[in-house]
């Protein structure tokens, strides 16, 4: 598998929300392309990109989008590789609407659906690294590192005195 991560955004306004996503991803060292495209506007390309994502060398694709938040399922439904959704937080419905578009997959049509706000673009970058750390024992032990510093620094911070 490829280490190269696909990052889709609905919109260039997601691209804020996204910054904990390739935060993480550059931590772990792990290559990265972002793509705004839209899953309503720009369907065609939506599609050209997922489907040509594994013969360019990605691995994982993330696609993050809000309200009616069709672009990870879209994608899924045109590539062989794992798709994880972020749902975007969004001011009408504080991010359910996007939650429930993007969890909400046909049989046949996985995608992998992390949380509503910041917790959920670092966690699809998490995700996405321990996917494609089965294959790669490098990248796997970036993440076996990550999770214990994670754990010492939870334990460091229990002790009340």
């Given at each position: 598998?490829?280490?190269?991560?696909?990052?889709?955004?609905?919109?260039?306004?997601?691209?804020?929300?996204?910054?904990?996503?390739?935060?993480?991803?550059d931590e772990f060292g792990m290559e990265y392309q972002v793509r705004v495209l839209s899953a309503?506007?720009?369907?065609?390309?939506?599609?050209?990109?997922?489907?040509e994502a594994k013969e360019n060398g990605f691995g994982v694709i993330i696609a993050a989008a809000g309200g009616a938040a069709h672009?990870?399922?879209?994608?899924?439904?045109s590539t062989p590789l794992p798709v994880i959704g972020i749902p975007i937080q969004t001011s009408a419905l504080g991010g359910m609407d996007s939650l429930l578009s993007t969890v909400q997959m046909p049989s046949g049509v996985p995608v992998a659906t992390?949380?509503?706000?910041?917790?959920?673009?670092?966690?699809?970058?998490?995700?996405?690294?321990?996917?494609?750390?089965?294959?790669?024992a490098a990248v796997q032990q970036k993440i076996i590192d990550f999770k214990k510093a994670q754990a010492e620094k939870v334990l460091a911070d229990s002790v009340v005195e």
């Amino acid at each position: 598998m490829s280490k190269k991560v696909l990052i889709v955004m609905g919109s260039r306004s997601d691209l804020p929300a996204m910054e904990g996503c390739m935060k993480q991803l550059d931590e772990f060292g792990m290559e990265y392309q972002v793509r705004v495209l839209s899953a309503h506007r720009t369907p065609e390309a939506v599609l050209k990109v997922s489907s040509e994502a594994k013969e360019n060398g990605f691995g994982v694709i993330i696609a993050a989008a809000g309200g009616a938040a069709h672009l990870a399922g879209v994608i899924a439904s045109s590539t062989p590789l794992p798709v994880i959704g972020i749902p975007i937080q969004t001011s009408a419905l504080g991010g359910m609407d996007s939650l429930l578009s993007t969890v909400q997959m046909p049989s046949g049509v996985p995608v992998a659906t992390v949380a509503i706000g910041k917790a959920g673009p670092k966690n699809a970058a998490i995700l996405a690294c321990q996917m494609i750390g089965i294959g790669d024992a490098a990248v796997q032990q970036k993440i076996i590192d990550f999770k214990k510093a994670q754990a010492e620094k939870v334990l460091a911070d229990s002790v009340v005195e």
